[in-house]
């Protein structure tokens, strides 16, 4: 095992919305391909994975602003704005990278008491808009790129434990977000003057519930690092107690994959967050009167030394 020497500084970072794209219903006949999905674009990635999904003579259907016309008893007009759903025949997309906003014109081929059948109109999709896309046939590509959007774990190469006695959180992290998969809350009752049998066994049920996780939720296959943080030494401890468990109940998953892991101390403690290239985002937790988790203080930066 591995252990990194790290340095804390406290830095103001945007708080930023990490999310993923959400799958609202989806119903796709696994016969002939023929249904449709519902969707709701969480972030500007997402709209890439939507530009590739929606294909000339798909149908989309979602909220639009249309311009009316009405034309009163004595012979005069008015125009209005009005907000309707349509369904559209799509037969072009364009996609706008610097607003992430896709442009999808077709006809209607839907009754609208506002827009007649087979009329031109074109859709404006960005964040935070639900829609609902139509295909005669789901085929292997599209329906990849679509797990791809809604499963950012599959492109989590980097797995993290934060831990402390009595509380792990179980991470998956992305380049764009972090996925809290698990979270190991135990109570550890104190050591006692002549009496620790009660602190050991719970810790070392509690370390057996974080090593279950840790072989449920992180896919060796896929992730290619796993971070280890805690103040002192629980991770050494932790990890002592989880490769004797391994080499005991011959759990090769976590022997043939022991050099991914890597122990980082870290003084407070902290929940991991984020990621960029050469640093960690940690943040320390703050609990309500009630033992809920309420808020957070700001983030604090862990930076890589040299020597990792």
Known sequence: LRTCSIEVNTTSLENDDLRRM???HKDINGKNGLGSVT?????AEDMWHVYNLIAVNDSLRSTTIRKVQTESATGSTASSRIRTTLTLAVENIEFDTAASTLRVKGRNIQENPHVKMGAYHTIDLDVNKKFTLTKGCWDVVALDRLDMACDAARSADVAAVTMHEGLAHICLLTPSMTIVRMRVEMNIPRKRKGSC???DKMLLKFYDSVMQGILRH???????CVLVASPGFVKDQF???????AVRTD???LLENKPKFLLVCVY???IFLFRFPGSLIFRPQTRSKR???RSFRPRQTVRYKSNC
């Open 291 to 293: 033992g809920v988790e």
């Open 39 to 43: 969707l709701i674009a969480e972030e």
């Open 197 to 199: 049998s009660q602190h």
């Open 251 to 253: 759990v090769k998953v």
């Open 268 to 270: 407070k403690k902290f």
């Open 22 to 24: 959400k799958l609202v």
């Open 218 to 224: 992180i896919s060796f296959d896929v992730v290619k």
């Open 239 to 245: 990890c002592e107690y989880m490769f004797a468990q």
